[in-house]
């Protein structure tokens, strides 16, 4: 079409589609509701060490033929129970969305107490839907990780404290009910 024409096709797909709420939405907004949701970003929350045991989707893997990349499943370095895994972040205060890359590990004292990095913080945003942060974090063993408290030391010196869960922040097909426990 010609770039006059914008305007007029614009307005005409939004009328058309009135009857149906549908409403424009930009690129931070699909990060935001895909994040909430748990939908991984390859190359964000993947490298290309991350297998799909490492995402929770194991199953969706064959036990029974043969397929691309069976071979590397069965190494002993996959097969790791301390690997990083993909999981679900709630800060202890809703409002701090941690920047991403943030390193995680499991004591507040990094500047005192010399400690291993445990994983990295892969994506952060602010959610509207449940109104507060949540964020996506790879974790060594976090699939086994649960619950726990963990701190990410921030560039300002302050740790900020939160809890391992689930890499889902609202529950599918539940109309935007918020995610009862990390």
């Not at 709630?90 to 991403?100: N, S």
């Not at 649960?146 to 404290?161: F, H, N, S, W």
Request: with cysteine; glycine share 10%.
């Amino acid at each position: 079409m010609a770039a006059q024409e914008g305007l007029r096709v614009w307005e005409a797909i939004h009328a058309a589609g009135a009857e149906f709420e549908i409403t424009p939405y930009g690129t931070e907004t699909m990060h935001v509701l895909r994040a909430e949701k748990g939908y991984i970003i390859i190359g964000q929350d993947t490298d290309g060490s991350v297998t799909p045991f490492d995402l929770g989707m194991g199953g969706l893997v064959t036990k029974t033929k043969d397929c691309l990349g069976k071979r590397s499943l069965a190494r002993s370095d996959t097969q790791r129970p301390n690997r990083k895994q993909l999981v679900g972040l709630l800060t202890d205060d809703p409002l701090v969305v941690l920047p991403e890359g943030a390193q995680i590990t499991s004591s507040a004292n990094v500047a005192v107490t010399p400690t291993l990095m445990e994983g990295h913080v892969t994506s952060s945003y602010m959610s509207p839907t449940i109104g507060r942060s949540v964020a996506m974090a790879l974790v060594k063993g976090g699939l086994n990780r649960m619950t726990e408290r963990i701190y990410l030391p921030l560039a300002d010196g302050r740790p900020v404290k939160a809890t391992i869960g689930r890499p889902v922040f609202i529950y599918p097909k539940s109309n935007g009910q918020k995610a009862s426990e990390p």
